[in-house]
């Protein structure tokens, strides 16, 4: 699931063109409708021309609500950057252009609205190029450019064209296995109780499991997931998500507290980060400075300390260390934009590097500096949890090659994702970086159970009279499994108790093979048949020609019949009685004949053959010229 963000003046056509494309008014307060303005975020969904579906936050525009739209904006995968057609580029286009550009919005389309309020087409090849030329040197720079209208529809299936052609090139957001929802929404629904809503990063959310809601450390479980109004069983990294919690009442949540996964994060009232003053900026910013931070949905007051400077003169960057207010739950790699409080303007942003530094740094230490750099290029946990993600199940020797860490960082690194159940050890051995031991990262193995789990959940559901599912076919189908990597995913898996194993066969625990009416009626009328002449039976062929190939081979794997040749086979009763008579006859006679079988059991010579045959090969009996004799 993809999540795309308006941005753009007021008045520019946002919500009217969402409505347009999704059919939804994300204007849902009676306020909004009335002002024919944008306050709160709003919320749609649509579908791309390829079926996928994608949400769609839709945020004000007003410079006296800039601050409701920073906590939509920071989640999506690509911003439809609107202007209209008729005024062209004002001062809320630049200021979005430029938080879009400080968050490093992956992607975007420059879409020019309105275009049915202006007649003239030279007009409109104008201020095309004025969009163009302000978003120079931006993450918009190259962005696809539509003329749409959303009040007469043109335009709008070349933006669908487009956006499912932008969205398509985006990599899938990766599942961290720490599951983060920054709130941007809390209501509560009659019967059902507390409801959040965000977008999901880092990890998936699954119906029943515990949470905590942050910094205030509250505890609750999921009841209910919802995506575009439909109940899930879980949401996935990237998803517009609405949480449903049991245990929490709603007036103890607010907007910009985070919902994660318990003992996943921690707040903190201290921030690293390195930083760029906007060059439109109307002063520099100093140290000691107060400032208003917004990272993701969050939004706190904070104090700047200045670290390696007095200043910063507008289009210039460093290095800050942010004390805030109130706690904040931040990563390293977050974006995040400050603003002056009063009078309010944008006055940068950048990324966190640190989010729990050791403490108060001196603001003029160069070793201070060069470790900030150092992290802004990624932690050796960090580097490390990413080469293990990209090889999925894989020696630890292997990972850390591929992460190029020296053993003095990967060490403690390695630990740290230990400890934190982010990398798990599949076999024993010592975790060193020599060690042929396998690790996977914990959310690549959660993909990777659930992709095994379904694969064998599906042959069930085609097969449900079948023991279960060929170990070797499970195989072929986890194309990519070498074969030690398989047997240590499968033994894994198996002690998980995710999977049951008998003999060749993978099950899901519980499994019992089971025929519907039709075919129970069919394997009866084949049994009846080997019960009416049970040492001259069908044949392989005749009883397949009955029942089909799937299902007579279900009756091998239950042990209902037993195979003794390509083309003699018995009821596995029978086949029982039979070697029980040839151990009697054997023992009272010292030896047996493949005459004196066929007539002991009144049947033909090819059977007679199979049987005494299938018995050699087994190790039951040994042939001695035209005799046989019970082996050892």
């Keep these: 699931m993809r999540v795309i963000g308006t941005a753009g003046h007021v008045d520019h056509g946002k919500s009217t063109l969402v409505r347009a494309l999704s059919g939804i008014n994300p204007d849902r307060l009676k306020e909004e409708q009335a002002r024919e303005m944008t306050i709160e975020l709003g919320f749609a969904w649509m579908n791309l021309p390829n079926g996928e579906p994608v949400g769609i936050v839709d945020v004000p525009g007003h410079r006296d609500f800039i601050e409701n739209m920073l906590s939509g904006i920071g989640g999506i995968d690509a911003a439809l950057f609107v202007v209209a057609a008729d005024e062209g580029v004002m001062p809320q286009t630049r200021e979005h252009l430029a938080i879009l550009d400080i968050l490093q919005i992956p992607a975007g389309i420059i879409v020019l609205t309105k275009i049915d309020l202006v007649d003239d087409p030279e007009w409109l090849d104008l201020v095309e190029a004025e969009v163009r030329k302000t978003a120079l040197g931006t993450v918009l720079a190259d962005a696809p450019l539509v003329r749409v209208s959303a009040r007469s529809g043109q335009g709008l299936e070349e933006l669908r064209q487009k956006l499912g052609a932008v969205l398509e090139q985006r990599p899938p957001r990766p599942n961290l296995g720490r599951p983060r929802l920054p709130i941007d929404r809390v209501f509560t629904i009659s019967g059902f109780g507390t409801v959040v809503t965000g977008t999901l990063t880092d990890g998936a959310l699954k119906l029943g499991e515990e949470i905590e809601i942050l910094p205030q450390g509250l505890r609750g479980r999921v009841r209910g997931l919802q995506g575009h109004k439909k109940k899930e069983e879980s949401a996935q990294p990237g998803s517009r998500t609405a949480v449903n919690i049991s245990g929490i009442d709603v007036d103890q949540v607010t907007r910009g507290n985070v919902l994660i996964s318990p003992g996943k994060f921690t707040p903190s009232g201290r921030l690293d980060a390195w930083f760029r003053l906007l060059p439109e900026a109307t002063t520099s910013l100093k140290h000691d400075t107060e400032v208003k931070l917004f990272v993701l949905a969050s939004e706190v007051v904070a104090r700047v300390r200045l670290l390696g400077k007095e200043e910063l003169k507008p289009g210039e960057e460093g290095w800050l260390q942010l004390e805030t207010r109130d706690p904040v739950v931040a990563v390293r790699g977050d974006r995040y934009i400050l603003r002056r409080p009063s009078p309010g303007e944008t006055l940068g942003g950048g990324l966190i590097v640190d989010p729990h530094p050791a403490g108060r740094h001196k603001r003029f230490d160069d070793s201070i500096l060069q470790r900030l750099e150092s992290l802004r290029q990624g932690s050796p946990a960090e580097i490390l949890l990413q080469a293990s993600q ?100 499968v033994r894994q898996w198996v002690s998980e108790g995710k999977l049951a194993e008998t003999g060749a066969y993978m099950l899901l625990p519980g499994f019992k093979p089971r025929f519907n009416p039709q075919q129970q009626g069919q394997v009866d009328r084949l049994l009846n048949r080997f019960a009416q002449a049970p040492y001259s039976t069908p044949s392989v062929k005749d009883a397949v020609a009955d029942i089909g190939e799937e299902m007579y081979n279900a009756l091998l794997d239950q042990g209902l019949l037993e195979q003794v040749s390509p083309e003699v086979v018995f009821r596995q009763q029978d086949y029982q009685e039979m070697i029980r008579a040839v151990r009697e006859m054997i023992t009272n006679k010292g030896a047996i004949t493949v005459v004196e079988f066929r007539d002991r059991f009144n049947t033909s010579r090819k059977y007679a053959l199979a049987l005494l045959e299938k018995l050699d090969a087994v190790g039951i009996t040994l042939r001695e010229g035209d005799f046989r004799k019970l082996k050892g």
Excluded: C
């Excluded at 960082?409 to 970086?433: F, K, R, T, V």
């Excluded at 079948?466 to 499994?481: D, H, I, Q, T």
């Design 390 to 489: 990209a090889m999925g199940i894989s020696s630890l020797k292997a990972i850390l090659a591929k992460a190029r860490l020296s053993p003095e960082d990967a060490n403690p690194a390695l630990q740290e994702l230990i400890n934190g159940s982010l990398l798990l050890q599949l076999e024993p051995g010592s975790l060193e970086a020599t060690s042929e031991a396998l690790v996977v990262a914990a959310a690549r193995w959660e993909t990777e159970t659930a992709r095994a789990l379904q694969e064998v959940e599906q042959y069930h559901k085609a097969l449900p009279f079948r023991k279960g599912m060929p170990r070797e076919e499970l195989k072929s189908r986890l194309k990519y499994f070498p074969a030690r990597l398989f047997n240590t995913a």
